[in-house]
Structure formats: structure tokens, C-alpha cells
């Protein structure tokens, strides 16, 4: 078994310690940050995923397995940050949308931003688009990103969406998530979508230099 496939298979098996040691090893055998978040971590996030989708595990092996990928996390965010001196490009606000708990997408997307010189200030879960127009009001970020993984969870999307535009501000707005897609970003009036972690940073990066 390769050590990325023993990093997938560790966070399938929420095994925190085993992710933790595995991914430090991965680094210092030369494997991007980027290589083991995909090609390890994702991997085996998508494993449990997909057992729970069908049925097969409940909600305290998925929190299980995203204990463990977050133990993973942790040690890629320095490597992660290593090239850029963090927060020298302005300020990037990163929240999930009112209803929804899910964080470890938003929690990549933060680390990647990040790691491409922005200071990101994390609102967290659950994220009221009130609480969002207070976050844009005392930070006066460049660019705010929206996650969202419920379906019923894409209107306070919507909603968020419409109320930082309509506040006046010039402030961007991104978001990404699995249900959303670049029509519905459209729709909505969002200044990007991005599809995955990696390209949220560049996205920024390309929507705040035009
Ligand atoms: Co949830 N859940 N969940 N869950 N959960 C999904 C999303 C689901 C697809 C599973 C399924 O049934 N197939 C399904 C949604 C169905 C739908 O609406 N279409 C679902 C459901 C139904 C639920 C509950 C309702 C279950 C229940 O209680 N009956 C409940 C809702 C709770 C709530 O939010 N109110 C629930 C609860 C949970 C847990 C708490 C158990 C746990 C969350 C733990 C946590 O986040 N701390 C959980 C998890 C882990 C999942 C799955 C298994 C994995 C999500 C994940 O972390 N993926 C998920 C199934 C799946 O996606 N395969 C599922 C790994 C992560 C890296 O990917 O978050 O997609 P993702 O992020 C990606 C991209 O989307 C993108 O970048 C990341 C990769 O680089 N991205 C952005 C994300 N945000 C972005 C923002 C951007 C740009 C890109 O710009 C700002």
C-alpha cells in the first residue's frame, strides 16, 4: 500500500494518530501538501462518504473519519504556508451558510487561502448572513467565500449572496461547495464559484488582480 493510500485508508478508519504520523512522513518524503490532501486525505473522506450516502455508516464514523482528517490538517497547514507571508495580501472572509455544519471543505479553502498570502478570518459554521454583513462592516475584507453542502442549505447562500451586494460594498464574493455549481453561482449574483480548495485560491487571487 502506498503511505497515500495508508493516509485515505487511515481517515476512513478514523484513526487520528495513525493520519497525523502518516502525513508528516508523506511531507518529509517529498510529497506536496496539495498531494496528500487529494490523493490521501479526500480520498478517503470520499470513501466514508459514500458508505454514508448509501446507509452503511452514521454520523459518528463520518465525525470519526473527520476528526482524523482534520489531525491531517494540522500538519499540512504549515507546509501549506511555508512560501507566502501569511496575510499580506488583505483580508478574505470564509463562513458555511446558515443550516449547514459541514467544515471541512471551508476549513481547505481557508488553509489554501491562506497558504496563498491572504489572512483569513474564519466566521465558522452555521453562519448567519446577518453575521456576514457584521464580519464585512468591522474587517472591510477583500473577498468574502461561502460554503455551502446541503441543498437546503443554497438559499441562505442566495440570501448571504444578495445581502453583502446589496450593502454597497465592493466587496467580492466566492463561493463553492459540493452542490454548487458555476450556473448557480451565477444565478445568484456571486462573483466566482470555485470547484475545489486549490482553485479558490487562485480564483481569488484572479478575481482580485482584474
Ligand atoms: Co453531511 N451530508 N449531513 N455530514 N456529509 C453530505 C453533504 C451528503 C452529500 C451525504 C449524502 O447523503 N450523500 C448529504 C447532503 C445531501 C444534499 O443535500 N444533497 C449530507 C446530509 C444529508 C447530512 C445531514 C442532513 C445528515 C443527517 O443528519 N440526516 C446532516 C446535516 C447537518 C447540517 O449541516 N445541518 C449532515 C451531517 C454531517 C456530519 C456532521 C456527520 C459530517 C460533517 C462534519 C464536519 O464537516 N465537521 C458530514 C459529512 C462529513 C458529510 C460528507 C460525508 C463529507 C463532506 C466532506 O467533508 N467532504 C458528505 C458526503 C460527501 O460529500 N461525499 C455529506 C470532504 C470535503 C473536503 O469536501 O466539503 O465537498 P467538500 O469540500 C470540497 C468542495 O466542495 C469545495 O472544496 C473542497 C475540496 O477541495 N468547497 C469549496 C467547499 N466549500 C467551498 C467554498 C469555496 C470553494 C470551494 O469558496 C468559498
Same mark, same amino acid.
Given at each position: 500500500? !502506498?503511505?497515500?493510500?495508508?493516509?485515505?485508508?487511515? @481517515? /476512513?478508519?478514523?484513526?487520528?494518530?495513525?493520519?497525523?504520523?502518516?502525513?508528516?512522513?508523506?511531507?518529509?518524503?517529498?510529497?506536496? +501538501?496539495?498531494? =496528500?490532501?487529494?490523493?490521501? *486525505?479526500?480520498?478517503?473522506?470520499?470513501?466514508?462518504?459514500?458508505? /454514508?450516502?448509501?446507509?452503511? =455508516?452514521?454520523?459518528?464514523?463520518?465525525?470519526?473519519?473527520?476528526? #482524523?482528517?482534520?489531525?491531517?490538517?494540522?500538519?499540512?497547514?504549515? !507546509?501549506?504556508?511555508?512560501? &507566502?507571508? %501569511?496575510?499580506?495580501?488583505?483580508?478574505?472572509?470564509?463562513?458555511?451558510?446558515?443550516?449547514?455544519?459541514?467544515?471541512?471543505?471551508?476549513?481547505?479553502?481557508?488553509?489554501?487561502?491562506?497558504?496563498?498570502?491572504?489572512?483569513?478570518?474564519? *466566521?465558522?459554521?452555521?453562519? #448567519?448572513?446577518?453575521?456576514?454583513?457584521?464580519?464585512?462592516? &468591522?474587517?472591510?475584507?477583500?473577498?468574502?467565500?461561502? !460554503?455551502?453542502?446541503?441543498?437546503?442549505?443554497?438559499?441562505?447562500?442566495?440570501?448571504? @449572496?444578495?445581502?453583502?451586494?446589496?450593502?454597497?460594498?465592493?466587496?467580492?464574493?466566492?463561493?463553492?461547495?459540493? +452542490?454548487?455549481?458555476?450556473?448557480?453561482?451565477?444565478? %445568484?449574483?456571486?462573483? #466566482?464559484?470555485? +470547484?475545489?480548495?486549490? !482553485?479558490?485560491?487562485?480564483?481569488?487571487?484572479?478575481? *482580485?488582480?482584474?
Amino acid at each position: 500500500m !502506498s503511505l497515500l493510500e495508508e493516509i485515505a485508508t487511515a @481517515v /476512513f478508519e478514523g484513526d487520528a494518530d495513525k493520519v497525523k504520523e502518516a502525513s508528516e512522513r508523506a511531507l518529509s518524503d517529498g510529497a506536496a +501538501p496539495e498531494t =496528500v490532501i487529494n490523493e490521501g *486525505l479526500i480520498t478517503g473522506m470520499n470513501k466514508i462518504g459514500y458508505l /454514508f450516502k448509501n446507509g452503511e =455508516v452514521y454520523v459518528p464514523e463520518v465525525l470519526i473519519a473527520a476528526r #482524523a482528517m482534520h489531525a491531517g490538517m494540522d500538519v499540512l497547514k504549515s !507546509s501549506l504556508q511555508a512560501g &507566502e507571508e %501569511i496575510g499580506n495580501k488583505g483580508i478574505v472572509l470564509v463562513g458555511t451558510v446558515k443550516g449547514d455544519l459541514h467544515d471541512i471543505g471551508k476549513n481547505l479553502v481557508a488553509m489554501m487561502i491562506e497558504g496563498a498570502g491572504y489572512k483569513v478570518v474564519d *466566521l465558522g459554521i452555521d453562519v #448567519a448572513p446577518d453575521k456576514f454583513i457584521k464580519a464585512v462592516e &468591522e474587517y472591510q475584507p477583500l473577498a468574502v467565500g461561502l !460554503s455551502a453542502l446541503l441543498t437546503t442549505t443554497m438559499t441562505a447562500m442566495q440570501e448571504t @449572496v444578495s445581502r453583502i451586494k446589496g450593502n454597497g460594498g465592493r466587496v467580492r464574493v466566492i463561493v463553492g461547495g459540493a +452542490p454548487i455549481t458555476q450556473k448557480f453561482a451565477d444565478a %445568484i449574483g456571486a462573483d #466566482a464559484y470555485a +470547484p475545489d480548495a486549490a !482553485s479558490a485560491a487562485d480564483i481569488i487571487n484572479q478575481i *482580485l488582480a482584474g
